[in-house]
């Protein structure tokens, strides 16, 4: 069964060498992670996962990578500094600090439990601003970029020139964002310095709300794919009072966390808003003229906006199982191929001078498609229960009959089933199972 506490997965995180606190040596760095060996390949699978569904699998998106640093005017135009605000209050008895829409009951402290001692909500801005050049001031101000988004609206007018594409199609990017939360918690779900997965597809203003309901069912369709069940999914439209400045209509793909239902990823109707202001602010035509019909119009755009991060952590939660064999606890992470750290692990039996050369060969031709974990210590069976943990689809056995047989062991992670393979067949055996 999935996790149902983030415990578990936090811990094999750390042992395994998926995540680990920022800075740890030094006592951490609050809300701040850094990837491991396991959590690298992981996470760069998810992105990898996303721009194949997003970018390679269509014809009508084409992928960018914007800069982290921007000027005001950016931020202006598009309303974060205005507007990109989370209500915050203070506990006056235990001094803690608290975004008073994420509190349960607004009068009384989760923290001491003491009611009647917020002081009043101020609006706190999410953003980072940092200088540019030697000589501080007004004119050398910059922000951390909070979210993609507004890197593919301001380089509209240039992709569409050099791409010669019409709406509709879509700008897509992966990238760091940075956001100065109130309250980061639960792990890697909410932190200030993270990876979003965003799409800004640019339609017809009368076709808007068709691809909008078109992205809320293909984006909930990308999680069921990638493994994770549907009762741990589910779309959930804004009321009136949630929605953003911009928005004329959003949903939410959630996830069941231990902690209960909280969003995966937004789909947005952002209307004609964000390519309106950076033509008004910056004087610069953001339209599209039609040749066919003589029409120009400012397009809508439906913005998919993914965390990678935030999607990692459900992909871990969701695939992690715990089953008893022989008296025994197996810990499995039955990720999806795709997103496995590593698909294939290749494991000698011994590690006798007789064996290592050909395990090596065999390693050699398996990693010029996969990546491939190479582990020749403690006994075999220790080694399948490591992989098991990690989540490696397949482990390729080589022992001392391969030296006459010039054949393998495969053993599947999920079935723990083996079959004996020709090393000359172990590739298009390895392709067959895990599908790519």
């Known amino acids: 069964m999935p996790a149902t ?23 951490g760095f609050r809300s701040t992670y850094d990837y491991g060996p396991l959590g690298s390949l992981l996470l760069r699978n998810v992105k990898e996962a996303w721009l194949r569904a997003i970018v390679q699998q269509r014809d009508d998106v084409l992928l960018i990578d914007a800069a982290v640093l921007g000027p005001p005017q950016v931020w202006e135009a598009s309303g974060h500094l205005a507007n990109f605000t989370d209500p915050l209050v203070d506990c006056t008895n235990c001094k803690n600090r608290f975004r008073e829409d994420k509190l349960d009951d ?23 601003k940092t200088q540019a050049g030697p000589v501080e001031g007004t004119g050398a101000d910059a922000f951390l970029r909070p979210e993609t988004a507004q890197g593919m609206f301001t380089n509209f007018g240039l992709v569409l020139q050099t791409s010669r594409k019409k709406p509709p199609f879509g700008i897509a990017q992966v990238g760091k964002s940075f ?90 109707n952002r209307t004609d808003y964000d390519l309106r202001q950076h033509a008004s602010h910056s004087g610069e035509k953001l339209d599209y003229f039609d040749p066919q019909t003589n029409d120009r119009y400012i397009p809508h755009v439906i913005e998919p906006a993914a965390g990678a991060t935030r999607a990692m952590a459900a992909f871990l939660l969701a695939a992690y199982d715990e089953e008893e064999v ?33 395990a090596h060969e065999v390693r050699t031709m ?5 990546m491939v974990d190479y582990d020749e210590t403690q006994a075999i069976g220790r080694r399948y229960r490591r992989q098991d943990e ?33 090393i000359p067949e172990v590739l298009p055996a390895i392709t067959e199972r895990l599908g790519f």
């Open 390 to 422: 990690i989540g490696t689809p397949l482990c390729v056995t080589i022992d001392f009959d391969s030296l006459d047989d010039h054949a393998v062991t495969i053993r599947d992670r999920d079935t723990m089933d083996q079959i004996r393979v020709p």
């Open 5 to 27: 506490d983030l415990d578990q997965i936090v811990n094999l995180c750390k042992r395994r060498g998926f995540v680990y606190q920022s800075a740890e040596i030094y006592g």
């Open 179 to 268: 956001r100065n939360e109130i309250t980061p918690q639960n792990w890697i779900f909410r932190t200030r310095e993270f990876e979003q997965m965003e799409l800004e597809f640019f339609v017809p203003p009368h076709e808007s709300e068709r691809w909008y309901a078109y992205w809320c069912n293909e984006r909930l369709d990308w999680y069921h794919r990638l493994g994770i069940p549907s009762d741990m999914l589910r779309i959930r439209a804004h009321d009136d009072d949630e929605l953003s400045h911009y928005s004329a209509g959003t949903a939410d793909v959630e996830f069941l966390f231990p902690w209960g239902w909280d969003e995966l990823e937004g789909i947005a």
């Open 326 to 358: 022989n008296d025994d606890t197996r810990t499995v992470l039955r990720l999806h191929p795709r997103l496995a750290p590593y698909q294939v692990a290749v494991l000698p039996l011994s590690k006798k001078d007789t064996l290592t050369p050909l």
């Open 106 to 128: 607004p009068t009384t402290c989760p923290s001491c439990g003491e009611t009647g001692t917020f002081t009043e909500a101020r609006q706190f801005n999410l953003m980072f």
């Open 366 to 370: 398996i990693s010029d498609r996969y």
